[in-house]
């Protein structure tokens, strides 16, 4: 699938930093990581270690979300967050507009999720084949033609939230993988954005929560 490749140009937003981890803001439009390309090499975790050479990527956030990421400064720091991710011992949010009025006031969705091989980087629900993917969900406010609301997901598969919303008939605006053109058309982004994320501190052992309010 070819990606037309323009990141936004803008300074670090750094939320939080010390001696072990620092914690930024991505904004939507630029990977996580460096692409396999050469044209797609500019992303937060190079920008990142322009300015902190030890900085490692410990999750990350698909190139148009918005939100919350964190960094390890040190080794020690990186395979303490890892494990945190890789057990669900972290606390995780996300406020999405979905297209339509979604009529629920809350629920959840119990999906398991597979790539879809011949239309990679895509992902579809498979019941038999499928890894387990769970995400709770909250409507925060109804609009004209859209729904606000916010995602808790349980599990960190790619693309889960945005499968997910799928699958109950209300895409993500803006979505360039999985929504129609009405949801498409109604705005210039994906509307999803990690707004809170809680830690155990590799160091202090203290639990730390940040918190990033969204630009839409």
């Known amino acids: 699938m070819l990606i ?6 803008s300074p670090l937003d750094i939320l939080y930093q010390d001696k072990d981890i620092v914690v930024l803001n991505k904004p939507s439009g630029l990977l996580s990581v460096p692409g396999r390309k050469e044209t797609m090499k500019d992303s937060l975790s190079l920008r990142v270690q322009e300015k902190f050479p030890s900085a490692t990527v410990v ?7 918005s939100g919350i990421m964190i960094m390890a400064l040190n080794k020690k720091a990186h395979r303490h967050i890892s494990m ?4 669900r011992y972290t606390e995780k949010s996300y406020i999405a507009h979905l297209y339509g009025i979604v009529e629920q006031d809350e629920g959840e969705i119990d999906q398991p999720l597979m790539l879809d091989w011949p239309n990679r980087p895509l992902h579809i629900v498979d019941v038999v084949n499928g890894k387990q993917a769970l995400t709770r969900w909250k409507v925060l406010k109804r609009g004209k033609n859209y729904t ?6 349980v599990t960190g598969r790619t693309h889960q939230l945005r499968v997910h919303a799928l699958t109950i008939g209300h895409p993500i605006l803006g979505d360039t993988l999985y929504a129609h ?15 809170m994320l809680t830690i155990t501190h590799p160091y202090t052992k203290e639990k730390i929560r940040f918190t990033s309010e969204p630009d839409f």
């Open 84 to 87: 945190q991710f890789e057990k």
């Open 59 to 65: 999750h990350r956030l698909d190139m148009d979300t």
């Open 181 to 195: 053109q009405k949801a498409l058309s109604m705005t210039d982004r994906l509307m999803l954005h990690a707004e």
């Open 148 to 153: 606000r609301v916010a995602f808790y997901p």
């Open 4 to 9: 037309d490749y323009n990141p936004p140009i």
